[in-house]
């Protein structure tokens, strides 16, 4: 990894270490978390989106089957938090990688059709199965405990969240700068050259997405244990644009681009509170005018501009 990639990972430690002694009340807090809990889950689609260059519209769906995982196995069936969050994500790699290979034979946007398909088919599921789901109302999820520490405090919950997401920041950077990052750059380049020079196209493709997938099945469950209430909205095609949207302006193909595109566009609303009933339209110019003046996202626009890659 470039030193110059470590010194951010250290700026992200130091940040995060001083956030919660110098925010004025829990209000805050909890922003602070719902940004890195969202800054994880763009990582993982940065990674797929931004380095690997394909689209995924319906992500949102497996942030619910995380969040649902750890709602009904726990209430209706007495699984261990833990071992539900586990059998979660292990239900949507599985999921993933069953649905990747038929979509990822599409390009451009029957690509696009097909990833939202899969999530709206993911929600539809979530809000008819009311018997286990509580339908559109959702459930509430019971609290998180490991080795009989219960997690209940906003505090608590941001040391563990800060934890995982500076893992999740040096995972990142790590994978990025080895053959299977310098293989799904190549990818995302051409993918007649890839296959040229040996690149196993369809195995990359699946790989990242199952990947991408898992990070967000996982968050969905830290997310359902952290509200302590999940409903079907956390799956639905909106959260997903969302989620692709804090992709695009933080900047596609860039680490820190997506954390600065979670953490402003998770308090972007709350900034916009002011504009009472014309909050929405005013999100909406912001993000025009962010796509016309930085059309490659924040990070890597003014990375160019000051002359520094990241």
């Given amino acids: 990894m470039q030193k110059r990639a470590y010194f951010g990972l250290y700026i992200v430690i130091a940040v995060l270490a001083i956030l919660p002694f110098v925010l004025p009340n829990s209000f805050y807090v909890d922003l602070a978390i719902r940004m890195a809990i969202n800054a994880i889950i763009v990582l993982g689609l940065n990674l797929l989106i931004g380095f690997a260059g394909q689209i995924s519209l319906g992500h949102a769906g497996f942030l619910g089957i995380g969040a649902y995982a750890s709602a009904v196995l726990p209430t209706h069936f007495g699984w261990h938090p833990v071992v539900a969050m586990l059998a979660g994500a292990v239900a949507t790699g599985l999921l993933a990688a069953i649905v990747a290979r038929p979509i990822f034979k599409l390009k451009g946007n029957y690509l696009a059709m097909a990833t939202l398909g899969l999530g709206i088919i993911i929600n539809i599921a979530l809000r008819n199965e009311a018997t286990y789901t509580g339908g559109p109302d959702g459930m509430p999820v019971p609290v998180f405990e490991l080795f009989g520490i219960s997690l209940s405090s906003d505090k608590d919950w941001y040391w563990v969240v800060a934890a995982v997401l500076v893992f999740s920041v040096w995972a990142s950077l790590n994978l990025i700068d080895s053959p299977f990052g310098r293989a799904l750059r190549a990818l995302h380049g051409s993918e007649v050259a890839s296959k040229v020079v040996g690149v196993d196209v369809v195995r990359y493709k699946v790989a990242i997405f199952v990947m991408s997938a898992v990070f967000a099945s996982l968050m969905g469950s830290v997310t359902a244990h952290y509200v302590g209430f999940v409903t079907p909205n956390l799956a639905d095609f909106f959260h997903s644009i969302e989620l692709m949207t804090m992709v695009v302006i933080g900047g596609m193909a860039s680490v820190y681009g997506s954390l600065i595109g979670a953490v402003l566009l998770t308090a972007l609303p709350q900034a916009l509170a002011t504009f009472e009933g014309?909050?929405?339209?005013?999100?909406?110019?912001?993000?025009?005018?962010?796509?016309?003046?930085?059309?490659?996202?924040?990070?890597?626009?003014?990375?160019?501009?000051?002359g520094k890659g990241e």
Avoid: D
């Fill in 278 to 306: 014309w909050e929405t339209v005013v999100f909406g110019v912001i993000l025009m005018v962010c796509m016309i003046f930085l059309p490659k996202g924040l990070v890597p626009t003014l990375a160019a501009k000051f």
